[in-house]
């Protein structure tokens, strides 16, 4: 039994415009102490994925159905008293922008403190103080004994990051759900929140879910990787297969799309055109209108996630036949060999 | 902090001086000779002049502008009226706790609407309760006081009679023979409050629900959200301690404006305040009875918005005054 286990979750907005279906129908799994990458562009519903697990959204105007299986609970259909026992303290979140994430008006050490009270009503004010000193220099703010009771905004923005990672990790949960945690961060204090990330995860032993849009942070921290497009999972492997057999057009053109080093180019590749309208979705394979290959099946079924032959746990959700998949990887990644060499 | 009060004090001096200069300058523009008023109908050319030697409106404006300064800086004396050789001083000492009760005790009836209107509607939008408040909202804003306070006079003073029509009653000393104390005090002015307080009841219910829908929708909130706390936590520790804090700061600045909006409550219910004072000191051309509230209204303010900006330095970490 996984740690976590959604099964065809779906979140619908209700709009002015009408339903969007920001996630439709996705299923996957998080093992014990493992790391899941969940790729897409802006608005693919990785997030919105995310915050239905956390029970995050608005309850107004939303619609959830599926099941995610958190240790035996469900956490779509459990009532919001228990949701909320298990929230922060079980299973926590880092969020995007560490900006404007913290309370200005309350002290750092304050709000570290308030996480760690919320759950444990025998723990003392001085002791939750002392676990959020001891989780303050986990994560490598210096002075942390002087700089608990600072503010906020008398931290940098990579300090901040580092502060809400102390915040998610101080009750010791089991799942960690990190969304974009390095998106609104400088490349440099990327790489040291990336790799704090990865030693605190070998020390706390928890699980991660990284939702990025950023092909480097997968390689980097992922076990298995999640591709998604418009709301659904597109492809689902282990990290090398995504990057050594990828079986997907649009992961095809993720990798493409990434800046080379060996190559200098006026513009880098892109995907063309824009992701589909989640209110109307496009017929058939929701890739299908930005698809370089795509075929006339494809505009009108949309495929199931299939295993790619010998090898049951990388799916993908293609029309395409074997061969031509074969042929179009061997010369995307001779394009990649070619910098890696 | 001191250097910056300080600095704060300096500019009080210049704006000071800014403000009774235009009032000045107001007062001689206007087409009419104070001296012939004051002296009355049946005044002979030679008592006319003697009333001007005597006020020194025969002097030019900046030699009487002179005067004046110099009056209230040596003598701390705002002069005596032109009207009836009152003190001023002692016009502004009995007529400044007046609107001060009908001002403070305004702001807090509006604050005690507000706030828990304010955030009601904040946390239920589009509800029955949200679209009522802004109903009243709306006609708080587009009614006019004295329009209000007719009203209310007529509905509650005359035809229920609950309440006194007009009159003040002095909270602690009282002259003989007249109404007094605590109890009487607040209920003649129970009117007046209602009728003040409406429409900035209104302007802050409008205020604190827009801060309020804004604050909650900050990232901020979503983490406390996602550490588990719960949802009075989540409302009074992250979304109100923010969302309080513009409020604080408007309050400073319109307990001013609110001092303008007094002497329509003030001429409806006949209370005998600041504002009253004024309208009868602008019938008779009474300069030096104007520039006494001018100054007084002018300090306080100045006050206030000191206290405001002191106050928010203490209750947002992110200012600091320098």
């Given amino acids: ?341 | 902090m001191i250097r910056y009060i300080i600095r704060r004090l300096l500019w009080a001096v210049v704006l000071f001086f800014a403000v009774t200069i235009v009032t000045y300058i107001i007062f001689f523009v206007v087409p009419t000779d104070p001296a012939f008023e004051l002296c009355g109908k049946s005044c002979a050319p030679d008592d006319i002049k003697r009333v001007k030697h005597y006020w020194h409106l025969d002097r030019p404006v900046p030699v009487q502008y002179g005067y004046f300064v110099k009056r209230l800086v040596v003598n701390q004396s705002l002069g005596r009226s032109f009207a009836n050789r009152q003190d001023v001083n002692q016009i502004i000492a009995q007529a400044a706790p007046v609107t001060a009760s009908l001002v403070l005790g305004g702001a807090i009836l509006w604050m005690l609407i507000a706030i828990p209107l304010g955030i009601l509607s904040a946390l239920r939008p589009r509800s029955l309760l949200d679209r009522t408040s802004m109903t009243f909202v709306l006609i708080g804003i587009s009614a006019h006081p004295v329009w209000i306070g007719l009203i209310f006079a007529f509905l509650f003073g005359f035809k229920l009679g609950w309440f006194p029509i007009t009159g003040y009653c002095d909270v602690f000393y009282p002259p003989s023979g007249t109404c007094g104390g605590p109890v009487q005090w607040m209920y003649h002015l129970v009117l007046p409050w209602a009728t003040f307080a409406i429409l900035f009841a209104a302007l802050y219910v409008r205020m604190i629900r827009a801060n309020v829908i804004e604050t909650m929708n900050e990232d901020y909130v979503r983490t406390a959200r996602a550490k588990g706390a719960p949802e009075h936590t989540v409302l009074r520790s992250h979304i109100l301690r923010n969302a309080m804090l513009p409020v604080v700061t408007m309050l400073g600045m319109d307990i001013g404006v609110a001092l303008g909006g007094a002497i329509f409550t003030e001429s409806v219910y006949a209370l005998p305040g600041l504002g009253k004072r004024t309208l009868q000191a602008l019938e008779t051309f009474d300069l030096p009875t104007i520039m006494g509230v001018v100054v007084f209204v002018t300090i306080v303010i100045i006050a206030f918005n000191l206290i405001v900006d002191l106050l928010y330095a203490w209750i947002d970490p992110r200012i600091r005054l320098a």
């Avoid at chain 1, 105007?61 to 609970?73: L, Q, R």
């Avoid at chain 1, 997907?248 to 053109?253: I, K, S």
């Fill in chain 1, 1 to 341: 039994m996984a740690l976590l286990e959604v099964k065809d979750l779906k979140t619908y907005f209700k709009t002015d415009d009408g339903i969007v279906k920001a996630v439709d129908g996705v299923t996957f799994s998080v093992e014990k102490g493992q790391t899941l990458g969940i790729v897409g562009e802006s608005g693919c519903g990785k997030s919105v994925t995310c915050l239905t697990i956390m029970g995050l959204n608005a309850k107004r105007n939303t619609i959830t159905s599926g099941e995610a299986v958190f240790k035996g609970n469900y956490l779509i259909t459990m009532a919001p008293r228990q949701l909320r026992d298990i929230r922060g303290n079980e299973i926590s979140m880092i969020f995007q922008d560490p900006m404007t994430s913290l309370n200005p008006v309350h002290t750092i050490g304050r709000q570290l403190v308030e996480a760690v009270l919320i759950h444990h009503d025998d723990v003392t004010k001085s002791q939750a103080k002392a676990r959020a000193l001891e989780l303050l220099k986990a994560v490598g703010i210096p002075r942390a004994e002087r700089r608990v009771d600072d503010y906020p905004h008398q931290f940098s923005g990579g300090m901040r990051q580092r502060v809400m990672i102390a915040m998610a990790l101080i009750n010791n949960p089991d799942l960690l759900i990190a969304d974009e945690p390095t998106t609104a961060l400088d490349v440099t204090t990327q790489a040291q929140i990336l790799s704090l990330m990865n030693k605190l995860q070998q020390d706390f032993g928890s699980a991660i879910i990284m939702i990025t849009h950023d092909l480097g942070v997968v390689a980097e921290t992922a076990d298995d990787v999640v591709v998604m497009y418009a709301a659904r999972i597109q492809e689902e492997a282990e990290v090398g297969g995504v990057f050594t057999r990828p079986q997907h057009p649009y992961t095809w053109g993720l990798l493409g799309s990434l800046p080379r080093l060996d190559q200098n180019v006026e513009r880098l590749v892109q995907i063309p055109g824009q992701p589909p309208s989640l209110l109307f979705p496009p017929r058939g394979c929701r890739f299908n209108p930005r698809c370089p290959y795509v075929m006339n099946i494809c505009k009108e079924v949309e495929p199931e996630l299939e295993p790619a032959p010998g090898n049951e746990e990388h799916r993908s959700r293609c029309h395409l036949g074997q061969d031509v998949r074969e042929r179009e990887v061997s010369k995307l990644l001779s394009g990649m060999m070619a910098e890696a060499l």
